[in-house]
């Protein structure tokens, strides 16, 4: 299984950037896809997920309304659509994946990738 984050960078407070998600080798289609970050000296950091068809997405509160998960599965991917980033939005950020989507458990991912570094400055 691998998961690979890509599309992150250097952009400045209150810009946009999308990250993407490249998955393959796994075992099912039907995957929950989730995206974390972890900034230094910080625990990692739930930050969204979406269910396979698209129609059940959760955010953490720290982002709601500022970052918009979504996937393609033809191209078995996914997306994160941030904008209106903040300074202390800076952290790697990766994506994970699992077949179940588990009420209440949203780190309990089978799958993790590696990240990709995003940095705002002020």
């Known amino acids: 299984v691998q998961l690979q984050a890509s599309g992150g960078g250097l952009v400045q407070a209150g810009g946009s950037l999308r990250l993407s998600c490249a998955a393959s080798g796994l075992p099912t289609r039907n995957y929950v896809m989730a995206w974390f970050r972890q900034a230094p000296g910080k625990d990692r950091e739930f930050i969204a997920r979406i269910n396979w068809s698209g129609g059940l997405t959760d955010y953490a509160d720290s982002v709601k309304g500022r970052f918009t998960i979504s996937r393609d599965n033809a191209k078995n991917t996914g997306y994160l659509q941030m904008n209106s980033l903040k300074p202390e939005d800076t952290a790697v950020y990766s994506c994970?994946?699992?077949?179940?989507?588990?009420?209440?458990?949203?780190?309990?991912?089978?799958?993790w990738g590696k990240g990709t570094q995003l940095t705002v400055s002020s």
């Open positions: 994970a994946a699992d077949p179940i989507w588990r009420p209440g458990a949203v780190y309990a991912m089978n799958h």
